[in-house]
C-alpha cells in the first residue's frame, strides 16, 4: 500500500481505522440493500453509529497490531542494537564478550514472515560468529608462526594449530628439499615415513591442489594412522609464489565441513609464507656455518657443534674422537704455485677427506691449512682407522697446474673421550693440536696419537 508517513506503525493505524470509518460510512446502504427501511439507516443517529463502530473496529485492530507485531519487532530491533554496537566496540578493544550468542540470538516462535525475520537474523549472527572465530583463529595462526624462524618449532607449532582448529586427531608436516619428502613434525601417526610414499602427496605437491581421501566407516588403516578409525583424511599442498615446499597431512574420524575447509586454506597460505621465511632462515644459517672454499663448517659453528658433541658423550657416556690435521708444507705450495692454486688445494683436501669420513662425522676449518674432524662414538682406535684412510687418500691426491701436477700430504693428532678423560672439549683440542704437533716434528706425513690414547691401546 503507499505510504503516508515515514512510520510504519502510524501509517498502518492511518489505514486501519480510515478502513472503519469508511465501513461505518457505508455500512447504512449495505444494511438498506439488506431490507430495512430507508427511515431507519438513513438517519444521523444510525450512521453517526456505524460511523463510530467502525472508528473502534479499527482502533481495536491497530491495537492488536501493536500489542501482537511491536514486541517482536522491538526485540529485533534491540537485539540488532546490541550486534550494531558491539562490533563497534570490537573494532577498538576486540571485546566480543557483550554479544554471546545467547544474549543476541532472537527468539523465532512463529512460522510467518515475522519468525522468518528472526530466524534470519539469528543466521546472521551465527554467520557473524563464525566469522569472527575464524578471523580470530587465522590471526593467532599467523600471529604464531610469523615470530618463529627455527624450522623444526615452526612445523610442530604449525601442526599443534592445525589439530587445534580442525579437530583432526592426527597429522604431519612434511618438507620438500630436492625432489625429497621429510616428515618434520607428526602426531598420532605411526610409521610417518611412509608418507613420504603415498601417491595422494606425491600429487598434491606435483598439481598443488588439496587431495582429500575419504574412508568407508568401519575401516581401520592400520598402515600409517592409528589409534582411531579415520573418516577423512585431507593432503594440503604447501606453497611459496607457485614453488611447492611441503606437505600437511589430516586425519579426522568424521568428514570434514565446508567451514573447516575453508579455514584451512587460509591456514596454508599463512604458513607457506611461515615456512618459506623459515627455510630461508635455514639456509642462510647453513651457509653462515660453513666455509665458502672447502664446504667444511667455519671456526666459530664447528666449536660449537663440538661442544654439542662433547656434552652428549659425556651425558650418554659414549665416545667422542678428535682429529687435527695440518697440510704439510702448505705455505710452500702457495709461494710457489700461488694462492688460487692453494686455494683449489684446499678445496680437493677437503672434497677427499669428505669420502672417507662417516655419515655423521663433522669437518671443521680451524684455520688456514688446519681442519678439526669430529668423530661421534669413535674411541681412539676407531679414531686411528679413520685418520689412517684420511692420510692415505690426501696421499694420493694430486692437483693439475698447467702441465705440473701436484702432490701433497698431511699431518694428524688424535685424542678421544673418555681413554683422555679432560672437563671439556677445548681439552680435547688441545691435546689433538699437541699430537699433530709431535707428528710435525717426527717427519710430517704420519698420524699419532695422543699419550691417553696410546696407554688405552696399549691396555
Not at 2 to 17: E, G, N, S, V, Y
Not at 200 to 220: D, G, H, M, S, W
Not at 246 to 266: S, W, Y
Request: hydrophobic share 45%; proline share 2%.
Amino acid at each position: 500500500m503507499p505510504r503516508i508517513t515515514k512510520k510504519l506503525f502510524t501509517d498502518l493505524a492511518i489505514w486501519m481505522i480510515g478502513f472503519g470509518l469508511l465501513n461505518g460510512a457505508i455500512f447504512p446502504f449495505f444494511a438498506h440493500m439488506l431490507g430495512m427501511q430507508s427511515e431507519q439507516v438513513f438517519t444521523i443517529i444510525f450512521w453517526a453509529a456505524t460511523i463510530t463502530a467502525g472508528l473502534v473496529a479499527g482502533i481495536i485492530n491497530y491495537t492488536l497490531a501493536m500489542l501482537v507485531v511491536r514486541p517482536r519487532l522491538k526485540i529485533l530491533a534491540k537485539h540488532m542494537h546490541i550486534v550494531k554496537n558491539t562490533i563497534s566496540d570490537a573494532n577498538f578493544t576486540g571485546n566480543w564478550s557483550n554479544c554471546s550468542q545467547d544474549i543476541c540470538r532472537v527468539e523465532a516462535d512463529s512460522d510467518d514472515e515475522i519468525g522468518e525475520s528472526a530466524r534470519a537474523f539469528n543466521n546472521l549472527v551465527e554467520a557473524l560468529f563464525q566469522a569472527h572465530k575464524i578471523e580470530t583463529a587465522v590471526n593467532d595462526f599467523s600471529k604464531t608462526l610469523s615470530s618463529q624462524l627455527e624450522l623444526d618449532i615452526l612445523s610442530r607449532q604449525a601442526l599443534d594449530l592445525f589439530l587445534q582448529y580442525t579437530d583432526a586427531k592426527a597429522g604431519a608436516v612434511l618438507i620438500e628439499s630436492a625432489g625429497e619428502l621429510t616428515v618434520i613434525a607428526h602426531h598420532g601417526i605411526n610409521n610417518s615415513k611412509l608418507l613420504a610414499k603415498s601417491d595422494y602427496i606425491r600429487k598434491a605437491l606435483r598439481t598443488l591442489k588439496c587431495q582429500r581421501v575419504e574412508f568407508p566407516e568401519n575401516i581401520q588403516i592400520e598402515a600409517v594412522l592409528a589409534n582411531f578409525t579415520p573418516r577423512e583424511v585431507i593432503v594440503i599442498p604447501l606453497e611459496f609464489k607457485n614453488i611447492p615446499l611441503g606437505i600437511i597431512v589430516l586425519a579426522a574420524n568424521r568428514i570434514f565441513d565446508k567451514d573447516i575447509t575453508r579455514l584451512l586454506q587460509l591456514f596454508r597460505h599463512s604458513f607457506g609464507l611461515a615456512l618459506n621465511n623459515a627455510l630461508a632462515h635455514s639456509n642462510l644459517q647453513r651457509i653462515a656455518a660453513l666455509d665458502v672454499l672447502t664446504g667444511a663448517y667455519n671456526r666459530r659453528f664447528g666449536l660449537a657443534r663440538l661442544k654439542e658433541e662433547f656434552n652428549r658423550a659425556v651425558r650418554s657416556d659414549i665416545a667422542l674422537g678428535i682429529i687435527m690435521m695440518d697440510i704439510d708444507h702448505f705455505k710452500s705450495i702457495n709461494d710457489t704455485y700461488g694462492h688460487l692454486v692453494g686455494d683449489r688445494v684446499l678445496s680437493q683436501i677437503a672434497e677427499s677427506t669428505y669420502r672417507a669420513l662417516r655419515e655423521g662425522d663433522l669437518m671443521v676449518r680451524y684455520g688456514g691449512e688446519e681442519f678439526l674432524i669430529i668423530l661421534p662414538g669413535a674411541s681412539c682406535a676407531n679414531s686411528v682407522q679413520l685418520a689412517e684412510r684420511v692420510r692415505r687418500i690426501i696421499a694420493e691426491t694430486t692437483v693439475k697446474d698447467g702441465e705440473q701436477y701436484i702432490n701433497f700430504t698431511a699431518s694428524l693428532g688424535i685424542t678421544s673421550f673418555p681413554e683422555n678423560n679432560v672437563e671439556g672439549e677445548l681439552e680435547l683440542v688441545k691435546h689433538a693440536d699437541n699430537a699433530l704437533y709431535t707428528a710435525k716434528n717426527q717427519g710430517r706425513n704420519q698420524v699419532v696419537l695422543e699419550p691417553s690414547c696410546i696407554n688405552a691401546k696399549i691396555n
